[in-house]
């Protein structure tokens, strides 16, 4: 399947080359807009609405900030799409493609295939801040600094339970370390103030780190 | 420390003891195993030789060391041939109580000397080395399933364990080819008090509408690397499994995370339960998943 690639400033999901940048056509059905800009990128999009699918890249938005909602009834051949990654760490293979409710079933099919013909997993998820990664890890990471703090174990014995325990490739601490503790903040950060959930209240380890910088 | 202990008793020959037993034997100890019940003294027999077989055939172990092993393993139903152990491993039923009465008995049975260690996942071990008569040399060693292939073993002191006591353990721990971690005496340890809510949560989005089983699986095996997704595990695991640990886990802490989401009590009163009823959050037939 034809597809586009339109740029709108610095793209978190693809700082690099990749397969998905280097197989775009001219004029394709399908349009990706990729790029911290691309939701302004899609307001100026002509005929946007005769396209197969066309996928905006999100930061911690929601696709409706983009699209506009209404009464539950939102969805068209528009969507959303983040590929996975922590803080600065290189991006994952995972692309979470966000859908409304009433995105059209042929626009996912046609977004799936495109993203997975360039060598990227899928994961579908409905239009929530957080998506999915990011609302089970950051209770997760929240926990494990404060349980450091509260002296549970070390951090190298936490790193080493989760990753012996549940085949983890790393730890917590080892991971928030390599990805950026103050990336986390501003993360979680967030999430709380989406949700209102404690779970997602910045630990004490990641407010230093930011308040650090 | 370690070069006191040279037999090892092991109570309770169920899922985890069977697995510890082996890895006691295995690592070159004199290993007693005491269950009350002749039934699982025997399938457990039964599965130690089909396991050490299958490590012959994965050229893991020869056969005359499988010989060796288990002419080091010996099973019984009466609890006085613990009497010569320097560590008794108890994995009996997860009641206070049930340990309670084991290790009191153990206590007038074995040599001052010998430690007691609790396979408990979910009590304290303070309160279960409070009924030993010896709580100072009560400690947890807190294996994974199976225990037969996990390295890692979380150990806890009790309030009142000794640190000698522990130190002795640890080295046994180290000398038995695991990987000790040591952790307070703290509901859940290290690995079910992050596991359990991270399961919970994963539930939630499910219920919540956030995305497919299959979807959230996917997201965190290639986004994070995990072995498994978190859904995955709970099939395996078994619902009504994670319902015990989750309920004790909340019981013990009230953090609203360790709760239990609705839909899990929904789908044990469908029979939903995971593989074991062939229908979790994925359907199964046989061996392979199908649909999510
Ligand atoms: N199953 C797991 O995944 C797992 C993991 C880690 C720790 N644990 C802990 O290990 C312990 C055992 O769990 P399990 O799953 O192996 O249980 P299980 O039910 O499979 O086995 C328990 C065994 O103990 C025997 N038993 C009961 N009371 C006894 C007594 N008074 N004296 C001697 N034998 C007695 C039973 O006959 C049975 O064979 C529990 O404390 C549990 O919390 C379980």
Redesign the pocket.
Known sequence: MGYTVLRAGASRSFPQDHALLAGAAQDGEVVVIIGADAGAAFRKLARAETRTAVLIELGTECLGVHTGEFRGEEGSNVLGFARFRLGDADPSNLVELVRQPRTGEAAVAAARKVLEGAGLQVAVCGDFAGRIIDRLVRPYYNAALRRLDEGLATAGDLDTTLRLGLGYPEGPIALLERAGLARHFEVTQALYEAYGDPAYAPARRARVAKQKQ | MAAEIKTVGV???????AGIAIVAARAGFRTVV????QD?LDRARRQTEGFLAKSVERKKLTQPQVDRILGDLSGTTRIGELAACDIVIE????DLK?KH??LGELNRICPPHALFAS????LSITEIAAGSGRDERVVGM????PAQLMKLVEMSPGIRTSEDAFRAAWEFCRALGQVPVRTQDSPGFILNYFLVPFNNDAIRLVEAGVAAPADIDRAVKSGLGYPMGPLELLDLVGLDTHLLVAEALYASTREPRAAVPALVRRMIAAGHLGRKTGRGFYSYQGSAMFGG
Do not use: I, Q
Request: aromatic content about 12%; glycine content about 12%; some cysteine.
């Open positions: 109570a309770g020959v169920g899922t985890m003891g005491y269950d009350t019940r699982a994995a009996v039923f997860e049930v009465a084991l396979n408990t996942s979910t807190h294996f994974c399933l």
